[in-house]
């Protein structure tokens, strides 16, 4: 019988190891995915997720099911990458939930001229995956939202409660996480044409 | 209405989200229809969205799940009072039960106290001297009961309320170090291996 997080945090809270070891292996792979796309190398992004499920186990009587675990999950998983980023690759100034303020992130609003179809692009798999890599290139807190909405699939109420914001500023986040992330495919494919 | 690029280029991230109403889609279908710029910016943004969204999906390393196993804290060791945690609302009615017991027989314990057979004695100097200190600590506590609102023979009945008192608070820190989440839980994880 498949038990529900609930249930398997029930257990968890009373000491059955098995049952939390069944929550990690349920949710390695979204909490993994998410620290990667934060962190942006695997080692570190491995290190951070298991930080997560131990900060997890040693919280579980915080958790008081007014969220899914999984959301919950994904609120420690944000501050520790967060934090890993902060700590190895990135520029501190942006490893944080603040936005970037407009242009300080070197990515200016003003598109680029798409005349040589981009799109085409795409259709190639090696730049498929440079994209995907892009996505970690990010400032922290744009990749943390694009990963949560575009590849978790969560909702603007998960993502808020996971990041502990208003609704509307995930909206306008992630607004601007899908242009930063487009110009950075820009910059990619015609480097000449923001110089 | 007609709708300028930079309003256009907008709308096509907020249609990633469906969050256009249908006159603000028509709006914006119409204006791609004429624009061939915001037409290819929307083709990118489509693609790049369908990329990131079937990105095949990373997984940790096998190690992962033994890892993190192995990082849980243990176990804390077994200790004397670990029952009592396991069981505190039983050892509390127990401690009531006593504390009830030492009341009701209150009387017959002041005649076990009364009756203990007098200490032997030896003569000598040391022995003078600790029945000296003896009086001496006898006369002060007289002289500290005398102070009390009661009369000093009636001190059995202070020890067996101190006693009931006492047996209460015990229950009563079982009870708070059971409902303590570190303490109730840590008392289950006895013997208990992942």
């Known amino acids: ?195 | 209405m007609i709708m300028n690029c930079e309003s256009a280029q907008r709308m096509v991230y907020e249609a990633v989200d469906r969050a256009l109403s249908p006159d603000e889609r028509r709006m914006l279908d119409a204006h791609l229809a004429g624009c061939e710029r915001c037409r290819a910016e929307a083709a990118v943004l489509d693609a790049l969205i369908e990329t990131v969204e079937t990105a095949p999906a990373a997984k940790p390393t096998e190690a992962f799940l033994a890892n993190v196993m192995a990082q849980l804290p243990a176990p804390p060791p077994s200790s004397w009072f670990a029952p009592a945690l396991v069981f505190p609302r039983l050892v509390f009615v127990f401690t009531l039960a006593a504390a009830a017991l030492v009341w009701l027989y209150r009387a017959s314990l002041s005649e076990i106290v009364g009756n203990f057979p007098p200490v032997q004695t030896v003569s000598g100097p040391v022995t003078t001297a600790i029945r000296d200190i003896q009086a001496y600590l006898q006369a002060q506590a007289g002289a500290v009961l005398n102070h009390l609102p009661i009369p000093a023979s009636t001190s059995v009945e202070w020890g067996s309320m101190l006693l009931v008192a006492t047996t209460l608070a015990v229950g009563y820190l079982l009870i708070r170090a059971a409902e303590n989440p570190d303490v109730g839980r840590t008392s289950f994880r006895i013997g208990r291996r992942y």
């Open chain 1, 1 to 195: 019988m498949d038990l529900s997080d609930e249930e398997l945090v029930a257990r968890a809270r009373e000491g059955d190891r098995p049952a939390f070891a069944r929550l990690v292996e349920r949710h390695s792979v979204s909490v993994f995915n998410l620290t990667l796309r934060i962190v942006g190398n695997r080692e570190d992004a491995e290190e951070a997720a298991q930080d997560v499920f131990v900060r997890a186990y040693r919280s579980l009587d915080r958790f008081r099911g007014d969220s899914r675990f999984s959301t919950w999950l994904y609120r420690i998983a944000v501050n520790v990458s967060l934090s890993s980023a902060r700590r190895s690759r990135r520029d501190l100034s942006t490893t944080s939930l603040s936005e970037p303020e407009d242009d300080e992130d070197g990515l200016p609003m003003q598109l680029p001229d798409p005349s040589a179809d981009p799109a085409e692009r795409f259709e190639q798999a090696e730049f498929r995956d440079q994209v995907r890599n892009m996505v970690a290139a990010l400032p922290p807190i744009y990749s943390a939202v694009i990963s949560m909405y575009h590849m978790q699939s969560l909702s603007y109420d998960e993502i808020a409660e996971a990041l502990e914001l208003p609704i509307g500023t995930v909206k306008a986040r992630l607004f601007r996480a899908r242009a930063a992330l487009r110009k950075l495919i820009y910059r990619s494919i015609e480097p000449d044409t923001l110089s």
